[in-house]
């Protein structure tokens, strides 16, 4: 009998966590913080581009029990260029389309890293990128073809992810 007691005792101490706590899904976590809705609890890196130098690096991050996807950048202060801009680019058709995008804006002095608001990962695919021009600025555009030709501009200023 004291041991049942001794053993129903120390598995007291033994309590379920509880399952993360998200407060939105898909189409309700656009535009919102990923960290205040709690979506980085469970955050995945879904691909990262790093520069050669490793001054600047950019990730797509997503969450899968939000359905949400963000950009999350970082940088060297000492040997990143004066102007960084990270961008998610999302399009709605997953062949191509009109770009839309969600910007941390120009990383301010002292800045070493940021990310975007989220968006629906299943309404759309995406794409991280770091630009040192413009937060509007897709250093990797679409391709694009014309007349059967490759009429897509080169990359320059930064770099993306892969669409995804």
Not at 85 to 114: H, K, S
Request: hydrophobic share 40%; aromatic share 10%.
């Amino acid at each position: 009998m004291a041991a049942l007691t001794l053993l129903a005792g120390a598995f007291q101490g033994f309590q379920a966590s509880p399952a993360a706590a998200v407060d939105c899904f898909r189409d309700t976590c656009a535009g919102k913080d990923p960290i205040a809705m709690g979506c980085d609890n469970d955050a995945e890196l879904l691909q990262q581009v790093t520069e050669p130098d490793e001054s600047v690096a950019v990730r797509l991050i997503w969450s899968p029990l939000c359905q949400g996807v963000w950009l999350k950048i970082s940088r060297d202060l000492d040997t990143s260029p004066d102007y960084v801009y990270g961008t998610l680019w999302t399009t709605r058709a997953p062949d191509g389309g009109i770009e839309e995008y969600d910007t941390t804006g120009l990383l301010g002095d002292g800045v070493a890293g940021a990310y975007t608001k989220m968006q629906n990962w299943k309404a759309t695919t995406a794409k991280a990128c770091w630009n040192d021009v413009d937060a509007q600025f897709d250093p990797a555009p679409l391709r694009y073809i014309k007349n059967n030709n490759d009429a897509s501009l080169p990359l320059r200023h930064g770099s993306c992810t892969d669409w995804m």
